[in-house]
């Protein structure tokens, strides 16, 4: 592995220089093969993949160091939370130019652990490894999973609990919180640098533009937008979309109580502790742009010498997210329909759908994937059985159908739209609570494994695995996730 590492060179209170802490008795639960070949990793044996990825070895060239940051939760600013888990291995370039860091989550205690243990239990870790792996399979800007193993500790939280290491690959650990843990110090020097360390790693495009960090800005507004789109798309719901958890060049990050809704309500709130709906799935669209409004506060100072003229360029940014956001959107609600998004009726069409799909309770996942089949004429069954108000979803198919025959795209182009816009296998909490529960009390990964295979082709058809494909029976649903850290 070549690390190339640049954060450790940014000054000293950005972070704090610290080793992983080993662990009693590590062992490889899985290492992603396809990732680490991507990163340049070489071949080596589960011992070895199992003693670095715990932090028991140190490989060559890393200068592990645990990240400052502060953050808003749930609306409150708290200045100082930093890895309290985790450490920054290193940064690996890839052949295409493009730098990972490359962190272990749940390696021990760090100056910024406060009274947490800086452990893992085994649960969260295979929920972090699976859904995020999922993510990427269903082309959600994510953080990746390398490698989890257990530890061959116990971590204690309401009960004694088996403890894990997950490697996380991103584009980088930078978040809103960064930014506010050196505003919120008024430490204007650092607050520069940090700008345009992002500016130069992430954003070279806008590198020469007149004011770049009004065009940072507009930029990380825009790396918002795209994501939480993305979320709305396929149903997740992150559950802690704290300024904290907000990855400055867009990834998902922190797969803490995040969830998959399986029926539509733009309500669905699944976190244990939000209580007051905060990060339910139809808010999301607006908490981004709540967070987005912190940073823009972050880099007022740095936009204009006269602070008016800096907010004025910065409420100017925010002013135009809302519809931005809408339009996105839309756009990507439209696609799940076979709609183009600028004709005229598409809006309605999507609208009504969705709010029929909210008053019959139907799943969000199968009623999208089985319009291919409704327009295939093959079998209207599964997405008819979605709805109990059988006359207006009749009424619909009838409109959404002359809708997309005005499109004049081809059958086969409006059944590839709908077939790449919904996938069939998504993480649904039911899937990953069974893979956890096996792993935890037997120490078995067979079903995490079988789980991911699955997951990681989400829009094949799969039609052996029929069953990870339907909605939970009422016997098997989660309503509640915890960050379980
Ligand atoms: P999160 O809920 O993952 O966004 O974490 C919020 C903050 O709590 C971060 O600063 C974490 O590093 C810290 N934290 C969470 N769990 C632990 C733990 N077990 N030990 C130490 N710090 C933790
Ligand atoms: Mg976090």
């Known amino acids: 592995m070549l690390f190339n590492n640049s954060y450790n060179k940014l000054p000293e209170d950005f972070f704090q220089r610290i080793n992983p802490i080993p662990v009693k008795n590590p062992q490889l639960i899985t290492f992603n093969t396809k990732l680490g070949k991507r990163l340049g990793i070489e071949k080596k044996s589960n011992e070895q993949l199992a003693k670095i990825f715990s932090g028991n070895a140190l490989i060559k060239g890393s200068s592990p160091i645990a990240l400052a940051y502060a953050g808003h939760q749930f609306g409150y600013f708290v200045n100082q939370l930093g890895d309290g888990r985790a450490v920054l291995l290193g940064e690996i370039s890839t052949p295409n130019n493009i730098r990972y860091d490359i962190q272990l989550k749940g390696s021990g205690q760090t100056k910024f652990s406060r009274q947490g243990d800086g452990r893992s239990p085994l649960g969260p870790v295979i929920r972090e490894y699976l ?19 257990t530890t061959g500790e116990e971590v204690i939280r309401e009960t004694k609990l088996p403890g894990g290491v997950l490697t996380r690959v991103a584009e980088s650990h930078i978040r809103v919180g960064t930014f506010e843990y050196f505003a919120a110090q008024n430490k204007i020097d650092n ?10 790693r992430h954003f070279q495009d806008i590198k020469d533009s007149s004011n770049k960090y ?19 798309g396929v149903g997740f719901i992150h559950g802690v979309m704290n300024t904290d958890n907000t990855s400055i060049v867009g990834e998902t990050i922190d797969y803490g109580p995040c969830a998959f809704m399986d029926e539509y309500d733009p309500a669905a709130v699944f976190s244990s502790i939000d209580t007051h709906g905060r990060y339910a799935y139809g808010n999301q669209p607006l908490i981004a742009q709540w967070n987005m409004t ?90 008819l059985r979605q709805f109990k ?54 120490n078995d990964f067979t079903e995490m494994k079988k789980l991911l295979s699955i997951l990681t082709k989400p829009y094949s058809n799969q039609s052996s695995n029929k069953d990870y494909m339907r909605s939970p029976k009422p016997e098997e649903k989660v309503s509640q996730t915890f960050c379980g850290t």
């Not at 800005?217 to 825009?222: G, H, Q, R, S």
């Not at 009424?395 to 005005?406: P, S």
């Open 131 to 149: 859904i995020s792996e999922s993510m990427n399979s269903l082309r959600v800007p994510t953080t990746r999973s390398l490698a989890a193993v």
């Open 191 to 200: 607050l520069h640098k940090l700008a345009d360390y992002t500016i130069n």
């Open 214 to 232: 009004l065009s940072l800005l507009e930029v990380v507004c825009e790396k918002q937008i795209q994501l939480v789109t993305k979320w709305m």
């Open 294 to 383: 912190c940073f823009a506060n972050c880099l007022i100072p740095l936009i204009d010498n006269k602070i008016q003229k800096a907010q004025e360029k910065a409420q100017e940014v925010i002013n135009n997210f809302p519809k931005k956001m809408n339009d996105s959107l839309m756009k990507v609600m439209c696609k799940k329909v076979g709609l183009d998004f600028k004709k005229s009726d598409s809006d309605k069409v999507i609208k009504k759908l969705l709010q029929l799909m909210h008053s019959n309770q139907s799943d969000f996942t199968l009623t999208f994937s089985s319009l291919s089949k409704v327009i295939n004429d093959e079998d209207s069954s599964v997405f």
């Open 389 to 442: 108000e059988n006359k207006k979803i009749t009424e619909w198919l009838i409109e959404w159908k002359k809708n997309i025959k005005k499109q004049k795209l081809s059958s086969k182009e409006v059944l590839k739209i709908l077939r790449s816009s919904n996938p069939n296998f998504i993480p649904r909490n039911h899937l990953i609570e069974n893979a956890i529960t096996l792993a935890t009390k037997d």
